[in-house]
């Protein structure tokens, strides 16, 4: 990473608008473009996502007791070291910034790849690295420790997630402070967490005062994970429970809001660009499939209707990549004011816009986008779970009342 | 690396030549037409033209560079807003299709803004179709006939020369039988009326062309290649059209924000949300359009040129719409119904009931948003064309 978020501005508490200062310019210009080293890794991982992460066995998978594919995310971690990609070269990490790990993202997302590279290698990591951790990163860095925010998957960017774990009194019997690394205990529930169920780590937000941010082994006594049925089970979501579990701290107070608001503004910002990844795939399948498909002895893709509707959809999706791409730029640049700008734009125009495509495409495709053989409905659940993860677009769109200076009216009396 | 270091020494380079140029020509003197034309001849117009062509042809990005300095000195403007028409479409047109005596013989005084230029394409039966034209032209040893009527032509009244786009041969299919012309705008045979548009002033106008007069040297691109130069003059029309380099909040989006701001009791909870999605989507329209300006730099020409214009119309007319409903009862209102002339047009001008108006043109002018939606379905994504019942001869298709 480019930018240490220590000290950098708190996302979303620095107003900026046109108001008396005139009209917004941000400082940098932002490079909306795709590098070639971005272009490199792109084709590695399209590759090995083309070759390990068909749909059918996509789909398959999501019937199992397995619903994450850790032999694809050893291989995503080994081979093209995905799960270090954030994580800063001295602790073991490939030094990579936002923009390339935006890159991996839409990959991902075209594939629907059930792995948890949003959550561990982007949320968690982006957590841990901003609360200044040395210890844990290079575990994950190597991809021998999966971790997970334990938060729901539907926490927004704007506000601090309400805990629901507390600290505990340390039990009569078990590990005591000093026994390895732990130092304090929690008890809670926590629903609806993604990327939870092939993780080895949790990082736990925890309530009192001050706020803090814990580190859990999964392995640890008192710790249960139950599996939830979910609208996306590529991502399959999970109830933590923890009763007496030992736990380490790794932030306190300050830094761990910081490091909180900075771990949920990077998923939001990566997000998008894997919402970017399956409307653009859901786009290609669609056009594909109504230049081969013959109704009335000519293709239906030579129907005004249907042209226009892609036409349309195809201009939503470059507006979109424009999107995405400013926000992974300047969150490769830092946490100030314009990245949480940036992230509002990309998460609200890529949560449309992927809903919009898979939407499309099970239209587009008639009673055949309809069955379960068929992957249209993998991008439209993906797709919708997406809009709601990490701040509605509406949401993210609320955000801008500050971010933009337009305030809502005042409340009627 | 070697791009930054060459395009850093290239922004020096060209910052030294005006500083030269101005030390060597009074921007303050008598004539600014000869201070323009001289500045034509040292490369400093349009540093991306040709040497010899008013250019150096360097990087476009770089033009900025020259006309801020020229800008900061007070040197005469060649005023680009009163030849949006010449620059934007036919210069480029000019330069990619004319020949070296045509470069030569129209690209100064059109830059300098000695002449004026308009665009003859659109008819009353050839629209969307434009191909489809029916004004003729008809040989007679060096000269060509002109006769038929256009429509919708900007700049017609104030213009010395028009891009002309006939119909030389009827005989063969609709877009091979079309031939492109620099038609003199000052001559007998052309009338100008102006024609009246919904917002109540005239921007446009009507041209009827009765047996008017061209050289065969005023013809550009080889005869019967009227449509292949026809789409490079379209095609910028495009880009000119949404494709512009803007602030932050530009555009419409500004005073609809403007108007929310100072006006807190124009505010409803269903206007907020409107104006957050307006402002998101405008914000996010402008940065796919730095993206577009990116890619152009980079040399990757993308097909989002067209995306940029379907794009701006929405936008505009979402926006202006939602403008007259945040001004409530002043919405009822209207600033005047006058015919006048504009001297060009101005989308964001006026008031909200006007931006309102002129809005709905920007979905027709330059290409139908329907018009561009099959050329992203076909030339971006590759589906297949509609059935064609018009590929026979021209003069054979109904009417």
């Known amino acids: 990473m480019t930018a240490a978020p220590t000290g950098a501005a708190m996302p979303g508490k620095e107003p900026v608008g046109p108001g008396a200062s005139g009209q917004v310019r941000p400082a940098r210009v932002a490079n909306l473009l795709y590098t070639d080293t971005e272009e490199e890794l792109r084709a590695a991982v399209r590759g090995l996502l083309e070759d390990k992460a068909f749909w059918r066995d996509v789909l398959a998978r999501t019937e199992t007791g397995q619903t994450y594919d850790d032999k694809l995310w050893r291989s995503l971690a080994g081979e093209v070291g995905c799960a270090g990609l954030l994580i800063p070269e001295h602790l073991g990490g490939a030094g990579a910034t936002f923009r390339e790990a935006a890159v991996v993202a839409e990959e991902i997302g075209r594939a629907i790849a059930p792995v948890p590279f949003l959550g561990s290698a982007v949320i968690a990591t982006t957590a841990l690295w901003a609360a200044g951790d040395t210890a844990l990163l290079p575990e994950l860095a190597s991809g021998a420790v999966t971790a997970s925010l334990a938060v729901p998957f539907a926490t927004g960017t704007r506000t601090r997630p309400d805990p629901t774990v507390r600290l505990t009194v340390p039990p009569k019997s078990g590990p005591k402070p000093g026994d390895g690394q732990a130092d304090h205990w929690l008890a809670g529930t926590i629903s609806g967490v993604a990327d939870a169920l092939p993780a080895s780590l949790l990082l736990v937000p925890v309530d009192g005062v001050p706020y803090g941010l814990y580190a859990v082994r999964t392995s640890s006594p008192g710790v249960g994970m139950r599996p939830q049925a979910s609208l996306d089970m590529t991502r399959q979501l999970c109830e933590v429970h923890l009763e007496n579990v030992p736990a380490q701290r790794i932030a306190v107070g300050q830094a761990a809001e910081q490091a909180m608001a900075a771990a949920l503004l990077a998923g939001a910002g990566i997000l998008a660009s894997e919402q970017l990844g399956a409307a653009e795939r859901a786009l290609e399948i669609t056009v594909a499939y109504v230049k081969e498909r013959r109704q009335f002895a000519r293709p239906v893709g030579s129907f005004q209707a249907l042209k226009h509707r892609l036409a349309d959809l195809w201009v939503a999706v470059t507006q979109a990549r424009a999107a995405a791409r400013y926000a992974a730029d300047w969150l490769a640049a830092g946490f100030g004011p314009e990245t949480t700008l940036a992230v509002a734009l990309a998460k609200a125009s890529c949560s449309d816009t992927g809903l919009k495509a898979a939407q499309e495409m099970i239209q587009l495709h008639g009673g055949i986008g309809f069955t ?21 677009a509406d949401a993210h769109r609320a955000s801008l009342e500050v971010l933009a200076d337009l305030q809502p009216p005042k409340a009627s009396k | 690396m070697t791009t930054e270091t060459s ?139 002109v006769n038929g009527q256009k429509v919708w032509t900007s700049s017609a009244h104030m213009a010395r020369r028009a891009l002309l786009v006939a119909r030389t041969d009827p005989d063969v299919p609709k877009h091979e039988g ?34 008017a007069q061209v050289a065969d040297g005023d013809r550009i691109g080889a005869v019967g290649q009227g449509w292949a130069v026809s789409m490079a003059t379209l095609m910028n029309e495009r880009v000119s059209i949404g494709g512009a380099a803007m602030p932050r909040e530009g555009g419409m989006i500004a005073p609809a924000a403007r108007t929310w701001r100072e006006h807190p009791e ?36 993308g097909p989002e040129g067209s995306a940029a214009k379907l794009t701006f119309a929405r936008l505009n007319q979402d926006i202006s719409e939602f403008e007259v409903e945040l001004d409530g009862p002043d919405g009822l209102l209207y600033d005047d119904w006058t015919m006048r002339r504009p001297e060009g047009a101005n989308f964001f001008g006026r008031t909200s009931g006007y931006r309102f108006l002129r809005a709905k043109g920007n979905s027709i002018e330059g290409g139908t948003s329907e018009i561009l939606r099959n050329i992203i379905a076909e030339r971006v994504l590759g589906l297949p064309k509609e059935a064609r019942v018009d590929t026979g001869p021209w003069k054979d298709l109904p009417r």
Request: aromatic share 8%.
């Open chain 2, 7 to 145: 395009a850093a020494t290239d922004r020096d380079g060209l910052r030294a030549q005006v500083a030269e140029f101005l030390a060597a020509h009074d921007p303050h003197g008598a004539d600014p037409l000869e201070f323009l034309r001289a500045r034509f001849d040292a490369g400093l117009a349009w540093v991306h033209y040709p040497a010899g062509l008013g250019g150096q042809g360097l990087p476009r990005s770089l033009q900025v560079v020259v006309d801020r300095e020229f800008m900061a000195a007070g040197a005469p403007s060649n005023h680009p807003e009163l030849n949006g028409i010449g620059l934007g479409m036919a210069a480029p047109t000019i330069l990619a299709h004319g020949t070296p005596e045509q470069n030569q013989l129209w690209l100064r005084p059109l830059w300098a803004g000695e002449e004026v230029w308009c665009q003859l394409f659109s008819e009353p039966g050839a629209g969307s179709d434009l191909a489809g034209l029916a004004t003729r032209a008809v040989r007679d040893g060096d000269t060509w006939t």
């Open chain 2, 178 to 211: 079309l031939t492109y012309f620099a038609l003199d705008m000052h001559q007998p045979g052309v009338e100008v009326r102006p024609l009246r548009q919904l917002t109540g002033e005239a921007e446009f106008n009507e041209v009827f062309l009765t047996d």
């Open chain 1, 372 to 392: 379960w053989e068929h992957p249209a409905h993998l991008f439209l659940k993906r797709a919708k779970a997406d809009s709601l993860a990490l701040g509605t």
């Open chain 2, 266 to 301: 124009k505010r409803t909870p269903g206007l907020h949300d409107r104006l957050l999605r307006l402002w998101a989507d405008a914000e996010v329209a402008r940065l796919a359009g730095t993206r577009l300006r990116q890619q152009l730099a980079a040399g990757q020409p």
